[in-house]
């Protein structure tokens, strides 16, 4: 149900498709010229330098949406690799101090003298193609380069208890101050608010 309520909160980004008035070449990269960024997986008709019309058949969905996934484990992960599939651009932000718990899901032996950490199916699975960044959020210069991210980004997700995210200063208000157009996708096990706002819960809790 976390999987499916985190999808259904970001297809709206999905809706109005992208075109050729969005976008303008810069130094090569076909950049969207609302959000700023760099827009994967398309191909452009140029002509006298400007983009006036995109390759029939090559524009997916999510092409032109930006993704920060800071998420872990399944929820999160999982809903975000299905925009992913859809072409959206994802950037998935791990703690320098604790990586996604899936890395060590495995029904594999790991060779642990073999970065043990890049071996699990399990987290392959719910994060491929993503671009991966590793910051240490319990510091000032960490949590500034993850608001860099978030203030470029269009969607922004998270599935901890709500302390984590609010201890790292990354809260509706302060990425709405940096950019009013980023939505931010909170799937905490327990809600926002309530007595049991600060648990954590996975499958085995739910089922």
Known sequence: MRVLAACAAAAAFLAAPLGAQDL???????????????????NVVVADGRIVALEEG???PGAGVRVVDLSAFWAGPVAMNLLRVLGADLIKIESHVRLDGM??????????????????PVYHGANAGKRVVNLDLSTDRGRELAMDLIARADVVIENYSPRVTEQWGI????IQARNPRTNFIRVPAYGIAGPWRDRVGFAMTME
């Not at 700023?36 to 398309?42: A, H, S």
């Not at 890395?103 to 699990?120: T, V, Y």
């Open 24 to 42: 303008v070449l810069v130094n090569g990269n076909v950049v969207d010229v609302v959000a700023g960024t760099v827009v994967r997986g398309v």
């Open 58 to 60: 090559t524009v997916t």
């Open 103 to 120: 890395r060590w899901a495995s029904g594999l032996p790991i060779p642990i003298e073999q970065e043990l950490w890049e071996w699990s």
């Open 171 to 174: 809260t509706w208000d302060a």
